[in-house]
């Protein structure tokens, strides 16, 4: 009775809109932050468990602490309390040497891109030291010279970003083999906490109120986009990722979403 309860009570917070129909996702008690890409959905709870969707079950991937994960075509990547950096090698997250990053993106075309904890300066990890590492020797890092509190990489859509005052920025390509960038530019309209862009291009981003918004007018000829274009969700959000046509949410409270069109 306790979960039907809590089920319906999800319901009522969270309404089906016209765009976008929400219910909840297969259960994750405490979820905290969600990262979907190439099929494949990681999560972590409030305790610092990682753990992947297979089918509608959680599993948990490793016994190793992480505060954040990422999976993409360099594979799958976290970074612990501490700021340390993993990667998942044969089943376990291995622990890197080198720089420390409080938050890493693996969806590019094979870099990792991240943000160093303090300063808040943004890196890159060229895609052929990324997905080469197997757990041994320092990880090399290439500073890109911004310092943002969030950097998301599509691979043929660019990256995205929210900088140390909430504005959302924009690059219209890195160079994996190189970490070089096409130059950034700030995209108006809204102030972000967090911004994830997927394989496919789609750029989701929640603002300071909670408020889960999407980037539309997307096109080669704007890469941009053209406005953004409010999420309708009845309780505040923390975290969301898009992937293959559905929306994934994590609500302050703790309760992950699912939401299709």
């Known amino acids: 009775m306790k979960a039907v309860a809590a089920f319906l009570l999800v319901l009522c917070y969270l309404a089906a809109s016209h765009a976008w129909n929400c219910r909840e996702a297969p259960r994750l008690s405490n979820a905290a932050q969600i990262d979907a890409g190439l099929g494949k959905v990681v999560a972590v709870n409030r305790y610092n468990q990682p753990f992947i969707l297979i089918g509608t079950r959680w599993y948990r991937l490793s016994t190793t602490s992480l505060k954040h994960v990422s999976v993409g075509p360099a594979g799958m990547w976290g970074t612990s309390t501490s700021n340390r950096v993993y990667k998942l090698i044969s089943g376990n997250f291995q622990i890197s040497s080198g720089l420390s990053m409080q938050q890493v993106d693996a969806g590019g075309d094979g870099q990792v891109v ?73 995209v108006s309209g809204q102030s972000m906490t967090m911004i994830e862009v997927s394989t496919d291009g789609s750029v989701f981003g929640v603002n300071r109120r909670g408020q889960v918004y999407q980037r539309v007018g997307i096109s080669s000829s704007r890469p941009q986009g053209t406005a953004w274009r409010y999420v309708p969700m009845r309780t505040s959000i923390r975290h969301v990722s898009y992937d293959l046509g559905r929306l994934w949410a994590v609500t302050t409270s703790g309760l992950l979403m699912l939401c299709t069109h």
Request: charged letters at 15%.
């Open 114 to 186: 991240g943000v160093a904890p303090g300063n808040l300066v943004t890196y890159c990890l060229r895609d052929r030291i990324a997905l080469a590492y197997k757990g041994v020797g320092s990880l090399s890092w290439s500073s890109l010279g911004r310092r943002m509190r969030y950097y998301s990489c599509s691979p043929n859509n660019g990256c995205w970003g929210v900088d140390t005052s909430f504005r959302v920025l924009y690059t219209q390509r890195i160079i994996p083999s190189s970490c070089g960038t096409s130059g950034w530019s700030f």
